[in-house]
Every structure is written in C-alpha cells, then in structure tokens.
C-alpha cells in the first residue's frame, strides 16, 4: 500500500503562486508515474500534469501550460507542481496521484484517473482576483 499526503495550498491572489507538495510513503517503487489532477465541485476530476520516472516527458493540460511546472525529488519520493501566474479558474482542490510500479513513459492526460492505482486527499487552491 502506498500512501500519498498532499501539502502546500491556499489562497492567493491572482498572478501569484503556490507550490503543491505530495509525499509518498509506504511500499513505494523506484518506478512510479506521478500525476496532478483537480476538480471543482459537480465537475470531474481532471488531469493538470503527469510525469514518471521512466522517461522525460512531462504532459501538462493547455489552460497550464508555461505556467505550472511538475517535478520529483531525487528519491521519488516527493512531487512537485509550482503554479505560477495563478487564475481564478485554477481554483479548486488538487489530488495528488499514482501508479507504482510504472517503468514506462509518462502517462499523457487523456488516460483520466482510472488510471492511477493511489490517490491522496487533496489540497485547496483558491485564487481571488
């Protein structure tokens, strides 16, 4: 079992920034695919970024493209997405996902969440104009 726990929401004011932490712990792999996803309420969930460990592809969806970045820490064990240049439409509660092992390429944003084998709690992210 691995366990995912999401940190470093909040509110802020457009144009700003935040940077969302996900830590894994448990029966983790070296191998892993890693994605953020959010939903806002009575939407479905959907996928901002994805990156793995066996390839250097990073798929982000248009709407953030050039302004969030996803990344991992050395170990693996930690994920990042850095959210610049904030939207009032980024608002909404992101997930933090996972599919260990994954020794392949990224997953690209249109395999949805079914996807992924572990999911954490989410944090909120709240943009104000």
């Known amino acids: 079992q691995v366990e995912l726990m999401e940190s470093g929401g909040g509110s802020v004011q457009a144009g700003g920034s935040l940077r969302l932490s996900c830590v894994a712990s448990?029966?983790?792999?070296?191998?892993?695919?890693m994605a953020w996803f959010r939903q806002t309420p009575g939407q479905q969930r959907e996928g901002v970024a994805s990156?793995?460990?066996?390839?250097?592809?990073?798929y982000y969806r248009d709407s953030v493209q050039g302004r969030f970045t996803i990344s991992q820490d050395d170990a693996k064990t930690t994920l990042y997405l850095q959210m610049n240049s904030l939207k009032t439409e980024d608002t909404a509660m992101y997930y933090c996902?996972?599919?260990?092992?994954?020794?392949?390429?990224?997953?690209?944003?249109?395999?949805?969440?079914?996807?992924?084998?572990?999911w954490g709690r989410g944090t909120q992210v709240t943009v104000s104009s």
């Open positions: 990156m793995s460990t066996g390839s250097s592809d990073e």
């Open positions: 996902a996972a599919k260990m092992p994954c020794p392949g390429p990224a997953l690209d944003l249109s395999v949805g969440p079914s996807a992924y084998d572990y």
């Open positions: 448990g029966n983790t792999d070296s191998t892993n695919c």
